[in-house]
């Protein structure tokens, strides 16, 4: 018998930190059977003999707690911090008024981190690195507000916004994905479609607890697929992924990002024969990007998926087990690659929710690597993604060398590759907090940014 009241499928694994009590902790340390602990919503016959498994989710519901109990504090300040960087641009900018949260020149953490929004005009629409230099800036421009993203395509790229969408969690009961599309071209000219999926803003505890949750339901036909993604692209309660549903009745600002999305996108390339579709997102939003393109093929959207260009995700976390990669590997690599996943370095989203999870959570597809001085090399895992790089001594040693790597990079990139390579204080003071701080690693747009820029070329046929 099931105690999750909504759950769509016969095989699940949700950890419920909202209600773990400290005996539900300390009941799961002590005994398998996991189905009658409040803390694990699964069916009340399962049982974990593993100990190691055990405490991999004892130590990942402890952190979830923290991360709960941070989110409403760490909000708070994100948000002074923001609008106190946001005033002082202003100032630096001779405008001596009070940051506007909604309006176009009001940037996010990652917007001040790296305050390029301008596409790579060297980079021509034969070059290799197009589309995913096109995907790597609207993944990052994503983090912003509507008005600012808006702006950035209209003005500075001259391309056609359709539509920002804040997108509604049925599980949650929050809004927990946001994405927006534009076009190359309007109307039937269009060339190319773009959905760009939100990564976790950099100061949303709640988010990052998402990340790091190993919780997983099965889809029948589908595999394992990481809870926390499936709720926010839009899962529906009791019926998890029917084709269609209808908005919620009286309430249309809530929608859901899948179903929303994909009809808009159905539409755009309706009325633009010529057009190709593109989706992509970094973190976080990198896991919705491919998880929409493969539950599209899981509804046998033909007609969309035989225009599918590519997915490009940059540090990207695992969004499922074997099966779920080998049916993503068949739908979307099949006759030709179309799935991308780009890493950089120590980043270490692409390494969660990790090798401690019960479902076995995996990486598919190739991996494009960028080191720390941006040389590409393809791989089909992460590199020392088998071992947790933080739990020697050696690996200890080595993010320090890298962390101060990078921070000596950024003092000769920009007088050696030009101003566009150019790094501001903010991202300098994060590059000497990263040497000073032990294990405090980064996971920033902005080397994703760079190393597109300075690749040679993006293999696509490997």
Not at 5 to 34: E, G, I, Q, T, W
Not at 82 to 102: Q, T
Not at 148 to 169: A, G, L, P, S
Not at 381 to 398: H, K, L, Q, R, Y
């Amino acid at each position: 018998m099931s105690k999750l009241d909504y759950c769509f499928s016969n095989d699940y694994m949700v950890l419920r930190p909202d209600r773990a009590s400290p005996f539900d902790l300390l009941h799961l340390l002590f005994s398998p059977k996991v189905g009658r602990n409040k803390a694990v919503d699964c069916f009340t016959s399962t049982e974990i003999r593993s100990f190691p498994r055990r405490l991999a989710l004892f130590l990942n519901l402890l952190l979830q707690i923290l991360l709960l109990s941070l989110a409403g504090p760490v909000a708070a300040i994100g948000a002074a911090v923001e609008l106190a960087l946001n005033f002082v641009d202003n100032v630096l900018h001779g405008k001596m008024e009070y940051p506007d949260r909604s309006s176009a020149s009001y940037r996010s953490l990652t917007g001040l981190i790296d305050r390029r929004v301008d596409l790579d005009r060297s980079i021509a629409p034969a070059d290799s690195r197009h589309h995913a230099a096109l995907c790597v800036m609207a993944s990052k421009v994503a983090y912003e507000n509507e008005a600012f993203i808006r702006d950035v395509v209209t003005r500075r790229w001259q391309m056609e916004f359709v539509k920002f969408y804040n997108c509604w969690n049925e599980f949650e009961g929050a809004y927990t994905a946001q994405a927006f599309v534009f076009c190359d071209k309007a109307g039937p000219d269009a060339e190319l479609v773009v959905v760009a999926f939100r990564g976790t803003p950099a100061f949303d505890a709640a988010r990052w607890r998402a990340d790091l949750d190993p919780s997983w339901y099965k889809v029948p036909r589908l595999g394992r697929a990481h809870a926390a993604y499936t709720h926010a692209l839009g899962a529906q309660r009791n019926m998890g992924w029917p084709k269609w549903v209808e908005h919620i009745k009286g309430k249309p600002q809530k929608v859901y990002a899948y179903y929303t999305i994909r009809d808009a996108v159905k539409g755009l390339l309706e009325a633009s024969p010529k057009a190709r579709l593109l989706v992509t997102g970094h973190g976080s939003g990198g896991a919705l990007a491919v998880l929409f393109a493969t539950v599209m093929a899981y509804h046998r959207e033909k007609a969309v998926m035989d225009r599918l260009a590519g997915v490009y995700t940059f540090g990207q976390p695992q969004v499922g087990d074997a099966m779920l990669a080998m049916f993503a590997e068949r739908n979307l690599d099949r006759p030709k690659k179309r799935h991308f996943r780009f890493t950089y370095a120590g980043d270490p989203l692409p390494r969660l929710p990790g090798v401690g999870s019960p479902a076995h959570f995996l990486h598919f597809g190739l991996c494009l690597h960028f080191d720390v001085s941006y040389n590409l090399k393809v791989f089909t895992e992460i590199p020392g993604e088998t071992a947790s790089p933080s739990s020697s001594a050696a690996g200890f040693v080595a993010s320090r060398v890298n962390a101060a790597r990078e921070l000596a990079r950024s003092a000769y990139l920009g007088y050696r590759r030009g101003g566009y390579f150019r790094e501001g204080w903010e991202l300098l003071l994060m590059r000497v907090l990263a040497v000073a701080l032990p294990g405090l690693p980064f996971h920033r747009a902005h080397d994703y940014v760079n190393g597109v820029a300075l690749a040679a070329r993006i293999p696509k046929d490997e």
